[in-house]
């Protein structure tokens, strides 16, 4: 039986106009939301599966994908200003620091599933504040760097066809080219390309050692003539040291993306395995490749490193290069992409890009994210100080003192005065400091470098043909 005041809200429903007309729900429509809620609950288990395939061999191959084309490009430039000793001891430290930071980032991933990429991380450690600053600054450096791959794109064209048409031209056939290699929202699909990514970078580098080596050998005076110094070149400055430094950091910061890539792992406790593949191999290609085009070349050697090889060798080394300039830019672009897609879908069943809408929307993003990197190669039409103004302003972050933060903030565990404590605070102090010191000087002297490069006419102006 009904009670009083069961009674009197019915009464007062039938009495309310805008209650009696309203609609009320039919079987049909309980079937029609049971068919909508079972259709998702599909789409979101298959996106959930598709989304977690990718494993710590899968793993190194896309870390190194994202890490080592542009660093490849710009390491003879960088022994050049620091000498050969210097140089190697420098690559072989941030190395080393790399993979230190990698392990923070991938111990952090495992401590707290539920942080898929940095910016997640600002969220953890400074609150809604945090995750906003870091999101922006992750943004702004994924877009930067997807950039840089168009400029190197407008590079390569150029150089293959003698300058056969505006740099504009080629500039928008790259973004393009970028766009389309960009389209798999997975990275286990990017993984795939990640192995042609990689025979492509270490032909092209190994096609610019053996000619600079042969032309070397067979100059007047033979490898004696050729001018590499083991210590930094005379006259050197301040800021061309600041340079050279953080074009090598940049070279190594394969945990840019890491946490996004470790949130596509099937068993996420295998990172380490991929971590010090990674940074091994990275040490090698990177402390070989400026080492040895630097000895061959000497102090004239070109950023990109491509270049250096003279006309015919340029073109072939960088047409096998095209495959690393596109797949590696579209795996940053991915990143910048799946941020953005998965903030506007946040627990949406598209944010798996497995239904129309969530695949128009991925296109959509992909586009605008391509559109404002190229204009920012373009705007910034020179290669070597675009990547020192990127690693300074954003990849000191995300290389040193952001990994350094993690273990001060949050993976720090038992008293601090512990053996195994004091030691990872020296090294964690070190990553802060060089981060700062890089951040700061870094900066000054990549702005110097693009005011210098300037007045002395050294570049085209933006958005030229030239």
Not at 251 to 269: G, I, K, N, R, V
Request: charged share 15%.
């Amino acid at each position: 039986m009904a009670t009083v005041a069961e009674n009197s809200k019915v009464d007062e429903k039938r009495a309310d106009p805008s209650q009696m007309f309203a609609p009320t729900a039919t079987r049909d429509d309980e079937d029609i939301a049971g068919e909508v809620a079972e259709w998702e609950k599909k789409k979101t288990l298959a996106g959930n599966a598709k989304f977690h395939r990718l494993g710590w061999k899968r793993l190194v191959v896309i870390l190194i994908v994202e890490a080592v084309a542009l660093g490849a490009l710009s390491l003879p430039a960088c022994f050049a200003i620091l000498g050969i000793l210097p140089g190697t001891i420098i690559s072989v430290l941030f190395g080393l620091i790399a993979i230190y930071a990698g392990h923070n980032v991938g111990e952090l991933k495992v401590k707290y599933p539920q942080v898929q990429n940095y910016a997640d991380v600002g969220r953890l450690m400074f609150g809604k504040v945090g995750y906003e600053v870091v999101t922006i600054i992750w943004l702004l450096e994924l877009i930067f760097v997807s950039g840089s791959h168009c400029l190197t794109g407008t590079i390569a064209f150029k150089d293959l066809t003698n300058n056969g048409a505006c740099g504009l031209v080629f500039g928008i056939v790259s973004a393009i080219i970028l766009f389309a290699v960009s389209v798999p929202p997975s990275f286990t699909e990017m993984a795939i390309l990640g192995y042609i990514d990689f025979v492509s970078i270490i032909a092209a580098i190994g096609v610019t050692i053996i000619a600079t080596g042969v032309q070397a050998r067979d100059s007047p005076g033979g490898m004696s003539s050729v001018d590499w110094s083991w210590k930094p070149k005379d006259g050197v400055t301040a800021h061309e040291i600041f340079v050279a430094i953080v074009n090598i950091i940049l070279a190594y910061t394969f945990t840019l993306c890491q946490f996004s890539f470790m949130d596509e792992m099937h068993t996420p406790t295998d990172y380490s395995k991929a971590v010090w593949a990674t940074g091994i191999i990275e040490i090698i290609i990177y402390t070989l490749t400026g080492a040895l085009v630097y000895a061959f070349v000497g102090s004239d050697v070109q950023s990109p490193a491509l270049l250096s090889g003279g006309p015919t060798i340029s073109k072939v080394a960088f047409g096998v290069a095209l495959p690393v300039i596109f797949i590696s830019g579209a795996v940053i672009t991915q990143c910048a992409v799946r941020l953005i897609h998965g903030r506007i879908y946040e627990n949406k069943v598209e944010r798996y890009v497995n239904t129309t809408k969530g695949w128009i929307s991925w296109l959509l993003v992909l586009f605008v994210v391509i559109i404002i990197g190229w204009v920012i190669a373009e705007a910034i039409p020179f290669f070597g100080n675009l990547v020192a103004l990127i690693s300074s302003l954003f990849n000191s972050g995300f290389a040193l003192y952001l990994p350094a933060l993690m273990y001060f903030v949050v993976l720090k565990e038992g008293p601090w005065h512990t053996r195994e404590n004091l030691i990872k605070i020296a090294m964690n102090g070190f990553m802060l400091i060089a981060g700062i010191v890089v951040l700061v000087g870094g900066t000054w002297a990549s702005v110097k470098s693009i005011v210098d490069d300037y007045k002395a006419g050294n570049v085209g102006s933006s958005f030229s043909c030239s």
